[in-house]
């Protein structure tokens, strides 16, 4: 079975440009989580999707914001760049086993906002 | 903010000994998972270990869980130079629907 896939790798934005992240999760997963991990705050929890419903949203600015679709792939927009909006930008899909969800993450989009 | 906690930050081991770190975490919870991370890239799951549960082994791996102190182990047995990277702990609790993780534990393994 293919892997969690993100797309871009890497991105360099200038401050006040919007950027798009794409997420497509593992074959069967119908929940998909973002997160933001820098060096400061480590990982921080973003928002989670199931369904195309958002049923968990993290402590950030509404400068951050996803979507899913009905194919399960999912995005998110971060509008207005700051300079301490860059970092590695993680998507983790899951499937809930007995009450358990076991998160797998995909490679990562480092954005560096310039 | 963080829920868990690792100790210690960093790790130096010789190949072929043990690894140990610890997790601390503040709320009750669900099920507790760690995660490793080579350098920068994403998070590779390495095992999930339920609330109720005591302990888990997946290969070199061992995983304790103690609710009633609220902290969770994970050993490393035998360790070799591919096991240099950064190891997480992530507690999630009912309904949810996201992991909160530690700040990690940085191992590095010296042939």
């Known amino acids: 079975k293919a892997g969690v896939t993100q797309t871009p790798r890497y991105l360099i934005k200038t401050r006040g440009q919007q950027v798009t992240l794409s997420c497509s999760p593992i074959?069967?997963?119908?929940?998909v989580s973002w997160y933001q991990q820098t060096p400061g705050q480590g990982l921080q929890f973003l928002f989670e999707?199931?369904?195309?419903?958002?049923?968990n949203k993290g402590n950030f600015p509404g400068r951050f914001s996803g979507r899913q679709f009905s194919n399960s792939r999912s995005e998110m927009n971060v509008s207005t760049l700051e300079l301490g909006d860059s970092a590695l930008y993680l998507c983790?899909?899951?499937?809930?086993?007995?009450?358990?969800?076991?998160?797998?993450f995909g490679p990562g989009t480092r954005l560096t906002v310039t | 903010s963080q829920q868990g906690e690792e100790d210690p930050q960093a790790l130096s081991i010789q190949e072929g000994e043990n690894a140990t770190m610890n997790c601390s975490y503040k709320?009750?919870?669900?099920?507790l998972q760690w995660y490793r991370q080579n350098s920068g890239r994403g998070l590779v799951h390495l095992i999930l270990?339920?609330?109720?549960?005591r302990e888990k082994h997946s290969g070199r791996l061992r995983v304790t869980l103690d609710t009633s102190k609220k902290s969770s182990s994970l050993l490393i047995t035998a360790s070799r130079a591919a096991d240099t990277a950064s190891y997480f702990c992530?507690?999630?609790?009912?309904?949810?629907?996201?992991?909160?993780f530690g700040a990690g534990t940085t191992v590095t393994v010296r042939a």
């Open positions: 999707y199931f369904s195309e419903t958002q049923r």
């Open positions: 992530a507690t999630d609790v009912p309904n949810d629907y996201k992991l909160s």
């Open positions: 709320t009750s919870i669900n099920n």
């Open positions: 270990i339920r609330s109720n549960e």
């Open positions: 983790a899909s899951s499937l809930e086993v007995l009450g358990a969800y076991e998160q797998y």
């Open positions: 074959s069967g997963h119908r929940s």
